[in-house]
């Protein structure tokens, strides 16, 4: 009588217990047990990255909110925590209160938008060399910013996720404060 051969768990062979599926996800698995960012590096090493430039890279080419982009949501995390300090405000408001982050963030010089008619009276009070034809209209940024927010909060759920693991960054914020205080000490004509 044959005696019924067990499946194996590992491959005998050339390849070895090292290359079975079952040890590679018991190898993974205590990497990630250890909960530590320290892991990483080594996972990585052990994948044939080796510099950080090159994680980097990979991080980016991979990211799950490539399509959306990483500045789209840092946008949608101004608003979202404008709103979050007073829920009565609206998308608009909270637009105009951060309005000079939220055109750095999409490439627009905050000294170059008129934020109204009684915003420009006062700076053309200061300078009587300014013109109107040399601010962007603030309506058309806040425009640009809603179709970006609302390309966002299609699938909310991605941007809450992510929002729950990025809220206490400071890096950026600060960058973005530093970007807004060097344009405005560049441009002389407002004051």
Not at 20 to 40: C, D, P, Y
Request: net charge positive.
């Amino acid at each position: 009588m044959r005696r019924k051969s067990r499946p194996r768990k590992h491959v005998v062979g050339s390849k070895g217990i090292v290359e079975t599926k079952i040890f590679q996800q018991f190898v993974f698995n205590e990497f990630i047990r250890s909960k530590s960012w320290g892991a990483i590096e080594n996972i990585a090493k052990t994948n044939g990255i080796y510099t950080v430039e090159e994680l980097h890279k990979l991080i980016k080419e991979h990211s799950p909110i490539k399509a959306i982009g990483d500045i789209n949501m840092q946008l949608c995390k101004i608003i979202h925590e404008a709103q979050k300090k007073d829920a009565s405000l609206s998308f608009h408001a909270a637009c105009v209160n951060n309005m000079d982050q939220l055109c750095v963030l999409i490439g627009i010089d905050p000294t170059t938008v008129s934020l109204g008619e009684a915003w420009f009276k006062v700076q053309q009070s200061k300078n009587k060399n300014l013109k109107r034809g040399q601010f962007k209209d603030y309506k058309q940024v806040i425009k640009i910013l809603g179709n970006r927010y609302r390309r966002v909060m299609e699938n909310p759920k991605i941007f809450l996720t992510w929002y729950k693991q990025n809220k206490d960054a400071k890096e950026f914020p600060r960058f973005l404060m530093w970007m807004v205080k060097k344009l405005y000490s560049q441009n002389k004509k407002l004051k």
